[in-house]
């Protein structure tokens, strides 16, 4: 999923110019990024217009088949009919879903997830932790909404839903029925399956979380009952299997097992549906609705969207690594003159990644854009299906190109190697960030502010952590996306470039279709590069450390050496967060000398006693920002010698910028 954080962006934003500023004025261009910010810049007036609007294509009925080989254990299997009661909101459903026990005992409990429910009261786990927002995205009065089961039965007819019990292992929350637990008539033995039919019901909130309508806009995600994953011994460093159970949370997002999606949906006749998959017959219209029967395999989710707005265009893509592919673009009226910048954008996105990471096996890729209202829907991913964010405008920047290239990484890091975001949200959303940042670079020549965004972590926390033992959405956010993501850029700059991507692609290859954790990610670093990196897993990722590297103190002394005068400059440079790796520091003479060194940084602290025939001016530790971890830039820099008009001058701007910060928080 894609963030939004626009006025702490701002905020942040704002107090590195002022310090860029003051300590230019004082300190020379020690300060000086260069990089540029990356935030949704505008696009500038002399970018080339978007072209005219061609007309729509009609939707066609593609007929295609499925793959002949499995590519993943495909445990669970799920046939649906759904159909869409648009004056109500309402889903009305019949599901019968197959489970194969992959472990090696016997099975006598299965849980599901029943994620609409997170809706239906203020009191639901979901809603206390979320406080009704999801980034910028507030709750409506409309915005409640439920599932209910109506029937729980086995293939002879026998029910179970007197056997059907909510639980909250999470929290103990008793007004949270977001998971299910059921108690089956016999258990299912290893490599055995059991099957189980049921009706259900789901009424669509007014969306700001995912799923949900906003005028005859519908998105439904996580909008059928969903089977949790049952993790072997070994999965995710687990010693014993079981069952992974957890709630809905208001940070976190979703894990599931991989399987076979065969799923009928009705909606009226005057609508269009974008969906996981490809539709293996063409639709059916009767009695003024539609049926739209779709097929996906191999993935472990299924989302769709309908409205008789959409602008539909299809092109197909191929490249080395992407056989054939069919992009499809559901648009909104307001952005359907940016048909091309979409599937520039998604073409762009999908051949790096296939470049970089490997293949996207898939035959569609379906991208979706909500209308304005609509954004509680929009930069959310599904397996071949993501949403862009909505059409508020009709001038957007490159967050129209960043929000399609982040969803469609995670096609790679949610879609394929399906991490437990319940559990370890970074695999998916940092990875997700780094791949992004690659491609936006790549592609649009647009860069990332790293020194920025290590300054705007204020408050960094451990990354493998359950997703709501952050602090806030924003906390969550704030680590899970970005500093997941400059730790995985710090391995790189510690590494470079090529054995990075070395890293990443092994790391893919090997776990996708497998549920990874973040021990198997650390492996595989240490198998590329021939080296151990506990130390830096330690501070980074299990714990909440960044890297700080600072000169704490300057002493100019005149010596006499050979009847000459001399100046001995005694430079302390201290460490006072984690450990990054090599750091480079710089002294800048009087003299005009420049004079570096490379510390390697491990110890606490070093002093540094040069003698030179000129005084120093100046020191400088990490002066290109290489250690992008290092989120306080701000004593980074010293100078010998400071004059009481500086001094006086960069005392006041202080005061006044924490004064400035101070009265911004109270947003």
Not at 130 to 154: C, F, H, I, K, V
Not at 273 to 283: D, I, M, P, W
């Amino acid at each position: 999923m894609n963030p939004r954080h626009a006025k702490r962006f701002l905020l942040f934003a704002l107090v590195a110019v002022l310090l860029g500023v003051t300590a230019r004025q004082g300190f020379g261009n020690a300060w000086v990024s260069q990089y540029t910010y990356a935030s949704a810049p505008a696009t500038p007036d002399t970018a080339p217009k978007p072209p005219a609007v061609q007309p729509a294509a009609p939707e066609p009925d593609s007929v295609m088949q499925p793959k002949p080989v499995a590519l993943s254990k495909r445990v669970t299997e799920y046939h649906i009919d759904v159909q869409l009661q648009e004056s109500t909101h309402m889903l009305t459903g019949e599901q019968t879903v197959t489970w194969i026990n992959p472990g090696k005992q016997q099975v006598s409990e299965m849980y599901f997830h029943l994620y609409p429910n997170a809706f239906r009261s203020k009191s639901t786990t979901f809603m206390r932790e979320s406080g009704g927002q999801l980034r910028e995205d507030r709750a409506t009065s409309d915005s409640t909404g439920y599932m209910n089961l109506l029937t729980l039965e086995t293939t002879e007819g026998y029910s179970l839903l007197p056997r059907l019990h909510f639980v909250q292992p999470d929290d103990g929350n008793p007004n949270d029925l977001t998971l299910a637990k059921l108690r089956l008539p016999s258990p299912v033995a290893p490599g055995k399956s059991v099957t189980l039919r049921m009706k259900f019901e789901v009424k669509l909130p007014e969306v700001f979380a995912r799923m949900g309508y906003s005028g005859n806009f519908v998105m439904a995600g996580q909008w059928f009952p969903k089977l949790c994953v049952y993790e072997t011994a070994g999965t995710r460093g687990r010693a014993t299997e079981g069952w992974n159970v957890h709630q809905y949370h208001g940070n976190s997002e979703f894990y599931s097992d991989f399987g076979i999606y065969s799923v009928n949906i009705n909606v009226p006749a005057a609508y269009k549906v974008a969906a996981t998959g490809f539709q293996t017959k063409a639709s059916i219209v009767s009695e003024g609705r539609k049926t739209y029967p779709f097929y996906a395999d191999d993935v472990h989710d299924f989302g769709w969207s309908a409205s008789p707005d959409f602008v539909y265009s299809e092109e197909p893509f191929s490249t080395e690594s992407i056989p054939g592919v069919r992009i499809k673009l559901y648009l909104d009226p307001l952005h359907a003159k940016y048909k091309d910048r979409y599937m520039h954008a998604a073409k762009s996105a999908l051949a790096k990644y296939a470049q970089w990471y490997g293949a996207y096996p898939y035959s569609t890729l379906s991208v979706v854009v909500p209308p304005k209202g609509g954004n509680g829907a929009g930069g959310m991913e599904y397996p071949t299906l993501i949403t862009a964010f909505s059409a508020e405008n009709d001038n957007p920047g490159y967050d129209l190109e960043r929000t399609v290239v982040h969803e469609i990484g995670h096609q790679y890091w949610y879609g394929m190697i399906a991490s437990n975001e319940f559990e370890e949200a970074w695999l998916d959303e940092g990875f997700t960030s780094y791949a992004e940042d690659k491609v936006m670079e790549s592609e649009y020549g647009v860069s990332p502010n790293l020194p920025v965004e290590a300054s705007y972590m204020t408050d960094p926390a451990p990354l493998k952590q359950l997703s709501w033992s952050y602090h806030s959405n924003n906390h969550y956010a704030e680590n899970v996306y970005m500093r997941a993501k400059l730790v995985l850029v710090g391995i790189e700059k510690q590494v470079g470039d090529a054995t990075m991507r070395k890293i990443m692609r092994t790391y893919f290859q090997k776990y996708k279709f497998k549920h990874p954790s973040t021990a198997d990610f650390q492996r595989v670093v240490e198998l590329v590069t021939k080296t151990k990196w506990n130390d830096y897993f330690s501070h980074f990722v299990y714990g909440d450390a960044m890297s700080d590297y600072s000169v704490a103190s300057i002493h100019v002394t005149p010596v006499k050496q050979d009847g000459q005068t001399q100046y001995e400059s005694v430079v302390l440079i201290k460490k006072t967060g984690g450990s990054f790796g090599p750091v480079s520091i710089l002294f800048h003479f009087a003299d005009g000398t420049v004079m570096p060194k490379v510390w390697d940084g491990q110890e606490a602290h070093i002093q540094y006693k040069i003698v030179h025939s000129a005084k120093l001016l100046w020191a400088a530790v990490d002066p290109q920002n290489d250690n992008v971890l290092d989120n306080k830039h701000i004593n980074n820099f010293m100078k010998a010698e400071i004059e009481e008009k500086t001094r006086t001058r960069w005392s006041v701007g202080a005061a006044k910028l924490i004064e400035s910060i101070l009265s911004s928080l109270a947003w």
